[in-house]
């Protein structure tokens, strides 16, 4: 059973669409990552949720809205897409850090999203 | 803007030892150092990490300096399939932050 799983892999899109990528965790995490990987291959955290509380919002845009329905899924909406959003992004769990960040975090595949 | 900076590429001859810098002037005292890699374009995979100490797993070694602005992950016998790109983080409670990566080719 795959731990970290995104859909889709791909998703190609037209400027101005309005798209959704999914994430499902099956590890009983309890926090929750969005990162995007431009061409530079620079990961950059977007956000991160704790128990489906967001904890993190790295001036992000607000055409980025998470959602967590529950603790095991964190899906990311994006409105009005536009060229510079085309990258890869890559969803993570991991485990309550309480006081000592010490365990690991997962990853998914990624999405490949382009946008044109 | 990354909390981690390291070398962009380097080579390693298969079989040798493969030592990966990495600079984190601004870590602080709860932040625990992480190493992922990633080969072509999966999902980053963790290796190890480490606060303090030296730490060693089936994969590698970590060194941290004493006053814990840098350290280094040593592949002890690198393979061709070690090929990768070697990203340092640091992370606290809730974040993990990536450094800018360093491409290792594993030469034949």
């Known amino acids: 059973d795959t731990a970290v799983s995104q859909t889709p892999k791909y998703l190609v899109t037209q400027m101005g669409n309005d798209k959704s990528i999914k994430c499902e965790q099956n590890?009983?995490?309890?926090?929750m990552y969005w990162y995007k990987q431009d061409s530079k291959k620079f990961l950059k955290i977007m956000f991160s949720y704790n128990n489906k509380e967001l904890i993190i919002n790295e001036t992000v845009p607000n055409r980025f809205s998470p959602k967590s329905p529950d603790k095991a899924h964190l899906n990311l909406h994006i409105n009005s897409l536009e060229l510079g959003d085309s990258a890869v992004y890559f969803c993570?769990?991991?485990?309550?850090?309480?006081?000592?960040?010490?365990?690991?975090?997962?990853f998914g595949q990624g999405t490949r999203l382009t946008v044109v | 803007d990354a909390k981690t900076t390291q070398p962009p590429s380097m080579d390693c001859a298969e079989g040798r030892a493969a030592n990966l810098p990495c600079n984190h002037s601004t870590i602080s005292g709860n932040e625990y150092v992480y190493w992922y890699r990633q080969i072509h374009s999966q999902g980053p995979q963790y290796i190890i990490h480490g606060l303090k100490n030296n730490e060693t797993n089936e994969m590698a070694s970590l060194i941290i300096t004493e006053d814990r602005k840098s350290s280094t992950l040593i592949l002890p016998h690198a393979t061709l399939r070690d090929t990768a790109v070697y990203y340092c983080c640091q992370t606290g409670a809730n974040n993990l932050f990536f450094g800018t990566g360093t491409r290792l080719t594993v030469i034949p």
């Open positions: 590890l009983g995490h309890d926090t």
């Open positions: 993570a769990s991991r485990p309550r850090q309480g006081q000592r960040s010490n365990t690991e975090a997962f």
